[in-house]
Each structure stands twice: as C-alpha cells, then as structure tokens.
C-alpha cells in the first residue's frame, strides 16, 4: 500500500471491526540524507572523541559529587532524602562510566544501586557497607590507569555484590516473592 499524502485519519470498517490508520506527521519532520551527508554515527563518535579529555575531569566530579552525598549521609541520620541523593549521584556514575572509559567501575556502581534499590528501609543500611562501596568507587576512578586494575576491581566488585546480596536476603526475608525476583537470573547475557 503506498503511503498516503495526507494528513488526516483514515478508517477502513469491515464486518467485525474498523481499522483506524493515524496521520503521519512524522514525515515533515525528516529529513532526506543528501549525497554529501556523513554517517550519524560517525559524526557522533567524533563528537565522543572530541570530549573525551574532559572525560576524566567529569567522571572526578561525579565521584566529588558521591562523597559528598556520602558525607551528608554520615553527618544526619539516615532518610529517604539523603539515600535518594546518594542514589541519584551513583546512577548517575553506573551510566556514564563505560562512555567516560571507566567500564570497571560500573559493577561497583551498580551494586550500591542495588542495594538502595531493593532494601525496604533504606534507613537499615549500614553506614559501612554504603562507605565501602563508595571507597570502591572512587578507588576504582583514581586507579583508572593501572594495567592490572580490570582483576582487582574485579575481585573487588564481587566481593562487594556477595555482601549486598547477603544483606538483601535478610532485608527481604519477610518477602520471599520479592526476593525471587532480585535474584532470578538475567534475562540478557552480562546483566
């Protein structure tokens, strides 16, 4: 069927039922590539490789920005605000960390969130199991350049996510459908 002109719903009925087929305005917003254009992906990888030495300068940052939600909660008693900013400030590094070129902080990243994510009192967590994965975090970071980083954080990371999720299995006892779900397998492959 070739596709239509206009801009207006079109409804095809038949015995049973009608077909609705909405306009599409997506049309006007696109725009042909021309011989001349480059390849989208291309141009964003350069982009990519143009930033990349203010990478280190901003993944430093992010982690400024981890302590200091750290600090924060060290300094009060823990609440939902305080974890929430301490999650908003290690998502923000789980995300960014492979883009940046720091892929081995990512797992220690993704455990902290972990067990924000799924701990039903947050204020229950315990301060030091929340400072060593910051400290792992920003160790990771500092100790970016190293040649045998990959095995340590390696080590590291698991050591850390075994310890989460023996803390999670205690906090979601009373649950045990929650907990079937937080430890089922990945649906994908690595997650």
């Not at 909660?73 to 923000?92: G, I, S």
Request: charged share 30%.
């Amino acid at each position: 069927m070739p596709p239509r002109k206009d801009d207006t719903a079109s409804v095809a009925t038949y015995a049973d039922h009608e077909v609705i087929t909405p306009p599409n305005t997506l049309r006007k917003a696109a725009v042909a590539a021309g011989v001349d254009d480059s390849d989208p992906v291309a141009r964003a990888e350069a982009a990519l490789k143009e930033l990349a030495g203010e990478f280190p300068a901003w993944m430093h940052s992010e982690c400024e920005r981890l302590e200091a939600a750290r600090l924060d909660l060290q300094q009060q008693p823990a609440t939902q605000k305080t974890m929430d900013e301490l999650f908003r400030a290690v998502h923000d590094i789980k995300g960014e960390a492979a883009t940046f070129g720091y892929p081995a902080v990512v797992a220690a990243a993704e455990s902290l969130c972990r067990l924000i994510e799924h701990t039903p009192d947050v204020t229950r967590i315990p301060l030091a199991l929340v400072d060593q994965h910051v400290d792992a975090v920003r160790a990771i970071v500092r100790e970016h350049a190293r040649t045998d980083l990959g095995p340590i954080a390696l080590a590291l990371t698991r050591r850390l996510r075994e310890v989460t999720d023996e803390f999670l299995r205690r906090e979601n006892s009373d649950r045990p459908d929650y907990l079937e779900s937080i430890f089922a397998p990945a649906l994908a492959p690595g997650g």
